[in-house]
């Protein structure tokens, strides 16, 4: 058997605690049954569930805190502290030491510098420049989300980041929005992802990178654009069945003229009796010259026309709708358990997300504690981002990855990467859209490439790149004591074929088990 | 064949479907290669609108010039138009041959002028106003609609175009490497998979691999052979063709590159080595399809066109119609066909487009109806809402 030769090569990397549970857990029979497990699988199965992927020492926080406790702080997180190297390197860059308004005005300069030159070769490299510049603020956002997905002790609220940022989904291509994605994760998204829905809703609606993406900041007085209006019904809120009508929607876009981005620093110049009306807080700015100060109605309710505080009250009422707690609890339930949510779970969540006014926390604690929830594991298709963090995870634990290109890549190729989503609907949560032949093909070559330690995510970037030595750590004492009972005969038959550490880790990466949460 | 044989054998694609399509498409004569240029290229460069002074005063820098002795001039057309030069040696044979058209004044109603939206609202294929469903491109519908139609997105990523139902491969062939996981592996992890629900889509993940590397190993004996191997997207193209001749029937890929608002050149420069890079691509697909050539045919799009007066970077903005190009063994080309207006400043879009007389979905509804026989109902789920026209391209 591998697992044999495996020990035999690679003892002097195993710590002594590490080794007796590993030589114990050997000794042990491997069932290989999905149904009985005891209480250290049940730990596996639970931590697995509940976060981007279990590791060993998210396992050990568990079993440390004890079930209630972990799920408690994770539903209310006080502190998410990251390994100190990982934070420097969050904190050094662009996005974090430049606020929003500073770093577009900085954008906006390098492009009219650009444009301004008379050269066409000049021109067209300081373009290139500038693009460059704007890709790289981009990597930034995503490189940050992804070591938090990988480090953070927070795993819900990071879960829960995604989760919005892909129901609030922009695309990363329009204009300068690779220079907002940084702010809008970190300002609009992540502070409110265990919150209240209402605040969140706020925060994303006058975010400049949701008004640009859906082109708001066009939306006037006299020249409607209804793209964010109708968004904001049948993705954000109250879904496509919502019961909303065109005539809402051409209303709801009455309300949201006027929002829009400034980025200059002074304000716009307003006419002397509507100063007063005039809000600007950054880069987002609403200009009551291009609002429509009519009355409106909406969803069957009067809305008097008032300036910015009609959309207070236009989201106030969006939020408070029975069919946006319906619409989210469903979605959330998609993404946490299944792609078809049991009817009565859901209703449950929707019924407590209303008496909550919205308390995301509590609409999750309904689902997370729910029977249905605990005797789900193993059914939920893992989409690629899942699928990637938590191979990387489970391979390299606490240890910090040097590049997240490599994981970057991965996401590109499944389809999946961040802040990629072309169309504002977000990337699908359900197994049919990740489960082809090309997508199970490529997740295979990826299960390979970090099988074999030869993905290149210990390889730094710039350009002396430096290469840390780092082999897998699958085969440890969490696999042998609780993952490899969870374990189907066929899959430990396949692992007992592995002809090398490498490709024992690659079979365990590509194993049916690893596909689902 | 001819082309009334062609549209009957088209009309016969066998029902069958399933995880077989690799094999079940073999019978499906009828072939469709979606080619998008993103990023907008310049129309009036590679058709150019030969008959109208006022392209000349708004060119000063950048027009091409009629077509002369010069190898510099445009390659004649019609009276009214004439071919980019870059195309002198891939392309416009097959103009002359008869197995090229051209549709100007193409494009779609969307007037955002900006790519990444136009390129959505094009591949979605769906009505400007009212709901959207951004699960669903067209390419996607047909497919559905042609029952066996072996689709595949010759891309990374699965492009919005073939989003839907219909259950889509892609493998981007630019970048094709080996596969990681060899036979013996493949069998061991499809022995994972045996008796759960992924059984056969794991094992068609693998065959898929195997069959393509296969299909491109003759590609390796030629390129020993050849004293110059094909580069770029010329052999992405070579591998299209091949797989397009035995195992797909829809095919799309993309080509990048064409935003150009700064020196975008003329006979010769940045965009002139697109279109000759482009032109070497296509015009290798009647050489790989060989005989299936008949049946093919190959539309090539892109999301708008490009103002058009040069602007003061010599090069070329955003702007509105385009041009449509189709190919095939069947095509009824050599013609510049459609609506079409003189191109002027008075006729100009805004000012500063070339108008869009042809609508997108009106145009390729109509030739799809031709090339696959839809019935009105099928056509109306392709494109739903439009009104085909039949530019009587097949």
Same mark, same amino acid.
């Given at each position: ?19 007796s ?45 004890? =079930?209630?406790?972990?799920l ?8 998410c ?5 990982l ?32 050269? #066409?070769e ?15 603020? /981009? /990597?930034?956002?995503?490189? /940050?989300h992804?070591l ?25 291509g ?13 300002? @609009? ?23 640009? !993406? ?27 069945? &919502? ?5 809402? *929607? ?8 006027g ?19 005039y ?18 109605s ?17 989201? #106030? ?21 299944? +792609?078809?949510?049991? =009817? ?18 509590a ?27 938590? =191979? ?19 996401l ?7 802040? &990629? ?29 970090i099988?074999? &330690?030869?993905? &290149? ?10 290469e ?15 993952? @490899? ?7 430990? /038959? ?23 949460r | ?54 392209? !000349? ?10 077509p ?20 002198? +040696? ?41 709901h959207?469903? !951004?699960?669903s491109g067209f390419?996607? %519908? ?41 036979? %013996? ?48 997207f010329?052999?992405?193209? %070579? ?52 005989r ?28 509105h ?14 013609r ?6 003189? *191109? ?7 000012? %500063? #487009? ?5 609508? !997108?979905?009106?145009t ?23 009104? @085909? ?6």
């Amino acid at each position: 058997m591998f697992v044999e030769h495996w020990r035999m090569t690679h003892l002097p990397l195993l710590g002594a605690a590490t080794l007796s549970l590993l030589l114990a857990s050997c000794a042990a029979p491997q069932t290989g049954q999905n149904q009985q497990f005891s209480a250290a699988d049940t730990a596996y199965q639970q931590v697995n569930h509940l976060t981007w992927g279990a590791n060993t020492s998210a396992v050990e926080h568990f079993r440390q805190q004890g =079930a209630e406790q972990y799920l408690q702080n994770q539903l209310h997180p006080a502190r998410c502290p990251l390994a100190p190297e990982l934070q420097q390197q969050i904190d050094g860059m662009r996005i974090t030491t430049t606020p929003l308004l500073e770093l577009v005005q900085q954008m906006e300069q390098q492009r009219k510098e650009a444009d301004a030159l008379g050269n #066409d070769e000049a021109k067209k490299a300081a373009q290139q420049a500038y693009q460059q510049e704007l890709n790289r603020l /981009r /990597r930034e956002s995503t490189t /940050r989300h992804i070591l938090r997905a990988l480090y953070s002790p927070c795993q819900v609220q990071e879960q829960m980041t995604w989760f919005w940022l892909n129901h609030f989904s922009v695309h990363q291509g329009k204009g300068n929005l690779r220079a907002m994605l940084g702010d809008y994760e970190e300002n @609009a998204i992540r502070p409110h992802a265990l919150g209240k829905f209402r605040e969140l809703l706020g925060a994303v609606a006058t975010h400049p990178a949701m008004l640009r !993406y859906l082109d708001n900041e066009q939306n006037a007085a006299g020249k409607i654009n209804e793209n964010f209006a109708r968004e904001l019904m049948e993705l954000h809120t109250l879904g496509v069945d &919502g019961g909303y009508s065109q005539h809402d *929607v051409q209303e709801l876009a009455r309300v949201l003229t006027g929002a829009g981005i400034n980025s200059n620093a002074s304000n716009s110049l307003q006419k002397k009796e509507l100063q007063a009306l005039y809000v600007r807080r950054g880069a987002f700015e609403f200009s009551p010259n291009r609002h429509d100060f009519g009355n409106k109605s909406l969803l069957g309710q009067p809305l008097q026309g008032k300036g910015l505080a009609e959309l207070n009250e236009a989201l #106030d009422r969006l939020a408070a709708h029975p069919a946006t707690a319906r619409f989210i609890s469903h979605k959330l339930a998609v993404y946490w358990l299944a +792609d078809e949510p049991p =009817a009565a779970l859901v209703k449950r969540m929707a019924e407590a997300f209303q008496k909550s006014q919205g308390d995301i926390a509590a609409t999750l604690a309904v689902l997370l504690n729910a029977p249905e929830f605990a005797q789900a594991s193993g059914r939920k298709f893992k989409d690629p981002m899942r699928y990637v963090v938590s =191979a990387v995870r489970l391979a390299y634990d606490q240890k910090p990855i040097l590049n997240t290109g490599p994981i970057l890549n991965w996401l590109e190729r499944m389809g999946e990467p961040l802040y &990629g989503r072309v169309t504002p609907d977000g990337y699908p949560l359900t197994a049919n859209a990740w489960d082809s032949p090309g997508q199970m093909s490529t997740r295979f070559e990826i299960a390979k490439a970090i099988g074999s &330690g030869s993905a &290149g995510l210990f390889k730094s970037d710039g350009p002396q790149p430096q290469e840390r030595a780092a082999f897998p750590q699958l085969a440890n004492a969490l696999y042998f004591q609780s993952m @490899a009972a969870t374990l189907s005969p066929a899959t430990l /038959r396949a692992l007992e074929q592995a002809s090398s550490a490498q490709e024992w880790n690659t079979f365990l990466l590509s194993s049916p088990e690893m596909m689902v949460r | 064949m001819h082309r009334r044989h062609f549209l009957s054998s088209a009309l016969a694609w066998p029902l069958v479907s399933g995880p077989t399509r690799l094999y079940a498409a073999a019978n499906s004569p009828a072939r469709l290669l979606f080619v998008f240029l993103r990023g907008a290229y310049d129309a009036a460069s590679l058709l150019v609108p030969i008959s109208s002074n006022f392209y !000349y005063e708004s060119r000063p820098d950048i027009a091409l010039a009629r077509p002369s002795a010069d190898l510099a001039s445009s390659l004649p057309m019609t009276t009214d138009w004439g071919l980019h030069p870059a195309l002198r +040696d891939s392309l416009y044979p097959l103009y002359q041959r008869g197995e090229l058209a051209f549709v100007p004044f193409f494009g779609t109603d969307d007037i955002s002028r900006s790519h990444f939206e136009t390129q959505e609202s094009i591949e979605l294929g769906q009505p400007l106003v009212g709901h959207k469903d !951004y699960s669903s491109g067209f390419l996607n %519908r047909l497919s559905t609609v042609l029952t066996g139609s072996a689709p595949m997105a010759f891309t990374n990523q699965l492009p919005s175009i073939f989003k839907g139902p219909a259950q889509v491969p892609n493998t981007a062939l630019s970048t094709l490497a080996k596969p990681a996981i060899d036979v %013996r592996q493949s069998d061991i992890i499809a022995s994972m998979y045996s008796g759960t629900r992924l059984a056969s889509v794991v094992q068609e993940g693998f065959v898929m691999r195997q069959e393509l590397m296969r299909e491109l190993a003759t590609e390796m004996d030629a390129a020993s052979r050849q004293s110059i191997s094909a580069k770029g997207f010329e052999l992405e193209a %070579r591998r299209i063709g091949k797989l397009m001749k035995d195992s797909y029937r829809l095919g799309f890929v993309d080509v990048g590159g064409w935003d150009t608002h700064v020196g975008q050149g003329g006979a010769t420069g940045y965009l002139a080595n697109r279109l000759n890079e482009l032109g070497q691509g296509l015009a290798a697909l009647p050489q790989e399809l060989g005989r299936a050539w008949k049946d093919t045919v190959v539309v090539v799009v892109s999301e708008f066109g490009r103002t058009l007066r040069q602007n003061g970077s010599r090069g070329t903005d955003h702007g509105h119609g385009s041009v449509l190009w189709v190919m095939g063994g069947s095509v009824r080309g050599g013609r510049v066909v459609g609506e079409q207006i003189a *191109v002027e400043r008075t006729t100009l879009f805004q000012d %500063r #487009d070339l108008p869009v007389l042809n609508n !997108y979905r009106d145009t390729l509804g109509g030739l799809f109806q031709r090339q696959f026989g839809l019935s009105q109902t099928q056509l109306a789920q392709v494109f739903p809402g439009a009104s @085909a026209r039949d530019l009587g391209l097949l």
